[in-house]
């Protein structure tokens, strides 16, 4: 017994040296045992090259950005038969999960997807290098992306991801006919205005805005991003962002903060706010029990599949009016990529130009005509654009978002655990369990951590 | 007379007690099920009412492109391994731990207590690392290694309570007629043990079966894994489809209901067995 | 089997314990041990590590969020045991009585939610739960009790109370079948001399029964105290923790940190600390059941 109990003990010290030692390791990219049912290519003199890729587009999910990404790699495989790509798909969230102990166990993929919050924590761990010099050897590529595209990647002023995606994380989606029912004939321009026609829309029974917060983070990114920046203006953020003085305590902030539990309070939103999620939040929409909800421009393919038709064809779209003495742009909205591609540091040669390539083949001008088509909204800028194939709904998105000034989305842009002190607080802002200053006090307290 | 009402009164409480209670267990199943023959559309628009028209479609694109098959075949592959893995395990630990009295007999069984205590995510990043360190990942057998382990505490726990209850006297005359350690445990002690053995194989069956993390975690290749991963697939990044997810979910929970129904009986003839031997 | 002839050679033990001992070890203490470590440093995954000592722990005594969700699993274990465990035992004490018909069948379908997996327990009980078309607010609308509607998930008073329904509501099938179980293990003949029939009949067997389950009652307790303990997925899925922090649990906790804020270390340590907690509470319960009754 006390033998056995000496040999096993003997055995998890050894394993756990070993496992210990690999934290500090760097893994040499050799990444697993590559699928030897896999195709060889047979074209041309191209040495064969596999790559591994984790994603986070199913082929089970239904959004536009799955639907152009597979398209676009599909097509990048059979122009590169040499090319084995083993991908890895996973849900949103389970990548996020994935991703994390991935770079934990430094056993990252030769290719994935990096969120704007996580960069600074892959960079610390040397597990991503910076991509201008790749982008920038090939202008045509460089120069479809759109404005702002590589913002939520750029640290120390260079860019550490390669942006498929272009989010405008606050719209209001609202419904014409009820507003006008209500008496609102033309969408608030005020604030002052926009608080009245919420009382006239309550008045008529209505949930004003319909918002589903279980995630947590929709009030703070589809809504307090936006919000925030009326009251506070852009500078602020950029000197929140590079510590350079400015601090949430600010009464900037803390008037936004008081304006979203305002809306709250006086009844805007609807009660089970925290507990039901943004795809709930749209059902009172679309059943017209409610005449506005706030989302990003993925809702649009959403509002577009989804929704009746009757209130398909009622819904427009606007963003938050001014505030009275506020320092932002009435035309801010929060956008950014908030996800973007990168490669393992650990790749090298013929193997980091092809996952370059593949790259290259989800992110160009090619991709995003793919992926306007499938309505969702690229971070390049398509060749052309064939608006017959639009619905209505994508071509007034289009055209507001053609106005637009980007601003930052916060989550994309702070780090995870200051977002997650946020947004948990403003749970409790919204049904009024802590005061905008107290929330305030809490963020910046983590904020100085 | 008197007490005649009474009877009947009662009888007919906890029968409407009963019933009451069973149909909450059922209707959340049922819902599931007709929920799933909803369009997206219909189901955004009203969540509990039936479905217009039977729509099968969500089926049909649940196997077709949430290859379900595929997965459907590694789950009942790690279930029933580990389900086998576990009970023989379980059952030689507990037999020991509950019969005699050895140094460390304490010791170990708050070690196998500890497992049932464990925060199972706290280990996922520790066990990844370990995993990667000894080649163990992606491979047909990763899966069954930490669902044996952690389906142990629990047959372990149930197995001694269980074992403890039941007299050694058979056990002591076999030992006298000169039987054997092992022909003892699984000849004679193994098959009083039917009853909970059936407990602890839909149990631990289930736990394999429903496991999330460490086959997100564990494994990379597509062709390894489990019902759950793919299940949640049908989660996009801002979107879900309901009807689809739960016609997925229906397939994944089917063939675990139809394993109880179908085991549910050995259980009651266990049970019926065992009352009359006494 | 104390005798001492009878037993087997330490050698012998040894062996027939060594595999499952083996895995055991190596998927649970082994990674156990690693987590330990991480709980003494800086580390957010990765290759930086700094090592800080015993600051993880000197900041998880004064967290007042882990302390919060701590009391907020213990709010769960309580409504569990009268809930889960009461429960169970009541309607095992029908299963025994002749008044009671449709016994496999009532006890197959109360089953029946154990089967499902928790993700999709809690799925259900949020539509359950939902405002304008849950299926409670509408029994309670037919009822005509609309005046006790409350926000069942939006009151950071009561949500701890509703999110824990589900999951007792869950685990009731789960103990009737291990109580219905150890019921056989109780000699027949007992049962044959109580005439188990009508209310005295019921009263009767709760005498005997629950005495005899003494064993099987410890240790129901003790899987409830651990299976709650580390509860996660349904409340994950009903609320994600909120509003605001009003219903998180501590494996939720230590989830968030280590995985969503990228405190790897202090997400250890509270992984330890929920350990150190659930083993003081077990160890606490059999105390006290231990000073009623001797144990055997």
Known sequence: MRKALKCLSLLIAITMVFSLAACGSTNGGETGPTDSSAVQGTGGAKAPVTLSFTHMFPTEDTEGNSIAFHKALEKFKSENPNVTINEEPLSHDNYETKVRTLAAGNELPDIFIVKGSMTSMFIQNKLINPVDDVINSDPEWKEAFLQGAFDDFVVDGKSYGIPFQMLNTHLIYYNKQLLNDAGITAFPTTWTEFLEAINKLKAKGLTPISLGNKGNWVAESCILSTLGDRYTGTDWFRSIKEKKGAKFTDPEFISALRALQELAKMGAFNTDLNSIDNMQQKTAYYNGKAAMFMEGNWAVSNVINDAPKEIQDNTELALLPAVDGGKGDAMANSAGAAWAYNVNSSLTGDKLATAYKVLKAVTDADYATISVESNAFPASNPKTIDKSKLAPLSIKYLDLSAKIKPVPIYDAQLSADLIQVMNTGLQQLLIDSITPEDLAKKIQAEYEK | ?278 | MTSRTLRPKNRVIAAYLAPGLLIYCFIVIVPLIISLIYSFFDYSGGISMKFTGLKNYQHLIRDIDFWSSFKNNLVIILLSMVGQIGIALVITIFMMSKLLKLKAVHRNIIFLPVVVSAIVVGFLWTMIYNKDFGLLNFLMKALGMESLIIPWLDNPKYVIISVSMPIIWQYIGFYLVIFLAAIQSIPGEIYESADIDGAVGIKRSLYITIPLMSDTLKVAVMLCIAGNMKIFDHIYVMTGGGPGTSSMVMAQYAYINSFVMFKLGYGSAISIGILVLSLSLILLSRKLWGGKKDEA
């Open chain 2, 1 to 278: 007379m008197k007490h005649k009402i009474l009877k009947l009164v009662t009888q007919a409480i906890i029968n409407l007690f009963m019933i009451l209670f069973s149909i909450t267990c059922i209707f959340p199943l049922i819902w599931m099920l007709y929920s799933s023959l909803k369009t997206q559309q219909e189901f955004s628009l009203d969540i509990i009412s039936l479905p217009k028209v039977l729509h099968f479609d969500n089926f049909i694109a649940a196997i077709k492109i949430g290859k379900m098959h595929m997965f459907f075949g590694n789950s009942l592959f790690n279930s029933v391994v580990s389900v086998i893995l576990i009970i023989i395990i379980g059952f030689v630990v507990a037999y020991f731990l509950s019969r005699y009295n050895f140094k460390l007999r304490n010791f170990i069984y708050i070690v196998f207590l500890f497992g049932m205590l464990v925060p199972v995510h706290s280990l996922l990043i520790p066990l990844f690392i370990q995993f990667k360190v000894l080649w163990l990942l992606d491979k047909r057998f990763t899966l069954i290694l930490p669902y044996v382990a952690f389906g142990l505490p629990m047959a372990i726990f149930l197995f001694e309570s269980f074992i403890k209850s039941t007299p050694v006297e058979i056990e002591e005359a076999a030992y006298l007629d000169g039987g054997s350690t092992s022909t003892i445990i699984f000849k004679i002690v193994f098959p009083v043990c039917r009853p909970v053995i059936s407990t602890i194989l839909i149990l631990s069956f289930l736990n394999a079966w429903n496991e999330f993390p460490f086959a997100l975690i564990l494994l990379r290749k597509q062709s390894l894994k489990t019902l759950p991963i793919g299940l949640s697939n049908f989660n996009g990044a801002y979107t879900v489809n309901y009807p689809q997810l739960m016609a997925a979910m229906v397939i994944a929970v089917l063939p675990v209901i139809i394993i109880y129904l179908l085991s549910s009986k050995r259980i009651i003839e266990g049970m019926t067995a065992g009352s009359v031997k006494g």
